[in-house]
């Protein structure tokens, strides 16, 4: 059986009015529920490329905090790609829902395709990304890992279980709207769940936002540059 917020789920009402203009605002608003981290030191903002981007950028701003990226890739159910099967992160990390693979009766050599695809996709994003920036340090730092959504909260785990090995000071997961279940899943994976909109029925992000164009590769690169001069992390 596919989870309750798949895309096959015919249960589910649209809301009558987006509660977020756009990823720009709902980042807005989730940096006032991440207002107590504001005089913390060490605090890093990461955006979870693409959509998470410009959420983060708002983040990063409102607390005066460094913004970087962790590269996450959502490993998409043949046919129906929003939805995650798991995801790979950077650090080599590998999460796949076996349950769902099991009831979809997906063969092994159809998920190693789909995991090399966006391995490779993974790598190319991280060259064009990173540039010649070096990657801020983020042992001992306050980190703060923000998404534009929690769907199954895949692409999520799979950043907090890579950014665990790097031994952070304190590790919160955030994102403007989120599946309960989801959140309370993913309380078990870090310090923090910080999600201000959790609907019942959830189904989708993107029907929570009025405007959720896909962000591309040029707009992730500017935020990287503006959340660049913010400021370096407080000691």
Not at 19 to 27: F, K, L, T, V, W
Request: hydrophobic share 45%; charged share 25%; proline share 8%.
């Amino acid at each position: 059986m596919l989870h309750a917020n798949s895309p096959r789920d015919s249960s589910f009402a649209v809301p009558a009015a987006h509660p977020y203009r756009d990823r720009a605002a709902a980042g807005r608003v989730l940096a006032q529920h991440l207002a107590h981290h504001r005089e913390r030191p060490g605090v890093v903002v990461l955006g979870l490329p693409r959509g998470g981007v410009p959420v983060a950028l708002e983040v990063a701003r409102f607390l005066g905090a460094p913004l970087d990226i962790f590269l996450v890739r959502k490993l998409g159910l043949p046919g129906e790609e929003e939805f995650a099967l798991g995801a790979i992160a950077s650090g080599g990390v590998r999460l796949l829902d076996d349950a769902l693979v099991a009831a979809v009766h997906l063969p092994p050599d159809e998920i190693e395709r789909i995991v090399r695809r966006e391995t490779a996709e993974l790598r190319r994003r991280e060259n064009l990304y990173r540039a010649n920036r070096p990657e801020l340090a983020l042992t001992g730092r306050h980190l703060i890992v923000v998404d534009d959504g929690f769907a199954t909260g895949f692409s999520m785990r799979a950043a907090l279980a890579a950014l665990r090995r790097l031994q952070p000071a304190w590790l919160t997961a955030a994102a403007p709207v989120g599946a309960p279940e989801t959140c309370a899943a993913l309380a078990d994976a870090c310090d923090e769940v910080v999600c201000p909109l959790r609907p019942s029925s959830f189904r989708a992000v993107g029907l929570w936002y009025e405007r959720f164009e896909p962000t591309s590769d040029a707009g992730v690169q500017a935020a990287l540059r503006e959340g660049a001069s913010l400021s370096t992390p407080k000691k």
